[in-house]
């Protein structure tokens, strides 16, 4: 055990590396490529990291504080009817993807059935007051565009939920290992579950934010340009883009409303898709759930989130 080297160790050793090769460093950061990296891949931690941090206290007070009957009590005891009232109670939490990927880890651990953790997950960061109302902003002439999103993310959740009970398996979860929290105080026990939850949650945001960097400067911008005008690569364009971008759910609607040259259902799909599957949820999903677990889900939701938004985006817009 003393002989293992950790996070210190290592942090100190990347320090040392940094002073002694700070002049290529500094070089290789004066590139115009690797600025608009290091741009993307600190507006996405920027714009995560709070919410991350919202999600994860949240998360440990779940774990802690709350007690496993008050889920009984507060969720139909049927997991067909428990899907759609954690789908609307996604509203109620002023939050993005980044945190409620802990939570809905911490709610299957007290107990709530898979299903409706998962329908909760999807629909809180794109359906709560914050994000409508920045879409609101957004698109001040198209209000229709906030009851769209609205409508397509709450239905996704709920399909979503459903289609994890007809077809989801319990093995598939994979909830990494917690330390035992019955024997420490509630006040040990709250900061041991935020460690945990930093650590595996944290980690995996930091992977997703450089790959959504590193597609940022490799896709050429010509090339949303040439499939603005097709109706159907259109909508299929900005539903892969809202994976690679990995933009926040608080900010994605203004990124949504620049643009300009796609139609309002392929916009719609974007807004839809975003906050449900995107390059750092993926990642995240992946630590906090496991990879068989992420490899099902986000392809899954991604097909379902698209489907909707076309639907929903013939009706409404």
Partial sequence: MGDRV??????ALLLILLVVFSGPVASALSTPRLQTWTTVFVSVMVQAVPFLVFGVVLSAVIAVFVPRSFWARALPRHPALAVPVASAAGVVLPGCECGSVPIAGSLIRRGVTPAAALAFLLAAPAINPIVLAATAVAFPGNPEMVVG???ASLVVAMIMGWLWMRLGRADWIRLPYRPELADLSKGRAFWAAIRHDVV?????LVIGAMAAACINVLVPERWLQSLADNPVLSVLALAVLAVLLSICSEADAFVAASLSQFSLS?????LVVGPMVDLKLISMQTGVFGRRFAARFAPATFVVAVLVSVGVGAVIL
């Fill in 6 to 11: 950790g996070s210190i160790e290592i942090l």
């Fill in 149 to 151: 999103r609205a409508v």
């Fill in 200 to 204: 595996h949650a944290g980690g995996f």
């Fill in 266 to 270: 392929a916009r719609l799909t974007f």
